[in-house]
């Protein structure tokens, strides 16, 4: 089985810290216990992440976008080779337009 790096850029690493930040407000141990298992699943992907459907935003852009899927939340991200490059991570409800990380490489 073919194991891929995973590639974490500082500005979603910041996305999850809001959200922690968020959900620590009604609850610490919660947001705690959500970062773990965030990114739990972000370091899961460094098996099989064409398992995860495309996203609706790579119809705004020319390279594959895929998405994983965490309780309300999208883990946005684009394979390269042998890497697993980070986009975002959105809550369910935000709205899907287009997004250009990979422009910042």
Not at 2 to 20: K, L, S, Y
Not at 40 to 63: G, N, Q, V, W
């Amino acid at each position: 089985m073919q194991h891929f790096e995973i590639n974490v850029p500082n500005e979603v690493f910041e996305e999850i810290e809001a959200f922690v930040d968020h959900i620590a407000k009604d609850s610490v141990e919660q947001a705690i216990k959500w970062q773990i298992e965030i990114e739990e699943k972000i370091y899961s992907l460094d098996k099989s992440p064409t398992r995860c459907p495309y996203a609706d935003e790579m119809a705004f852009h020319d390279y594959e976008i895929r998405n994983l899927i965490f309780g309300n939340y999208r883990i946005l991200f684009h394979i390269k080779e042998n890497t697993v490059q980070l986009l975002h991570v959105k809550h369910g409800k935000m709205q899907r337009i287009s997004i250009d990380p990979l422009s910042k490489q």
